[in-house]
């Protein structure tokens, strides 16, 4: 079964590459991206990829970090090349956006995580990862 490439680091209450990584601690950006949160993330250059993927990387601590909130587990990426990879293989419709994203990691990083519910920013993450609409 395949998971959609934000599915992989990012689905809620499953961490599914918590593992690995090169355990490098990396400084916290901040809880802003560089980029417009209105781009679709399959619709992004490789270079674009790329700087989304160190961003969720160092607020997270780290490649292959993980961070509970509530019920939520959200998980960096193994890899810069892994994480490209992902975004790369999305498909065109898939309409997960850079702020989507954004938006997710930054309220599993700065809470509230209420117990038994996942942070409500991260409600499209888990839409389209449940329904499958970005493959």
């Known amino acids: 079964m395949r998971r959609n490439a934000v599915g992989l680091w990012l689905i809620i209450a499953v961490a599914l590459s918590n593992c ?32 989304l993927c ?3 990387a160092g607020r997270l601590g780290g490649w292959g970090r993980s961070l509970a909130c509530g019920s939520a587990t ?3 990426p193994t890899s810069e090349t892994k994480c490209v ?12 956006t850079v702020g989507d994203l954004q938006n997710c990691v930054d309220a ?7 117990s038994g519910s996942i942070p409500a920013a991260c409600f499209n993450l888990v839409t389209y990862g449940i329904s499958g609409a970005c493959p």
């Open 20 to 51: 690995g990584g090169d355990g490098a601690t990396l400084p916290d950006p901040g809880p802003s991206v560089a980029l417009d949160g209105s781009a679709t993330i399959s619709g992004l250059s490789s270079t674009d990829d790329a700087t």
């Open 54 to 56: 160190e961003w969720v």
């Open 74 to 76: 959200v998980s960096s």
């Open 85 to 96: 990879s992902d975004f790369e293989s999305l498909s065109s419709t898939c309409p997960i």
């Open 108 to 114: 599993s990083v700065t809470g509230p995580c209420p």
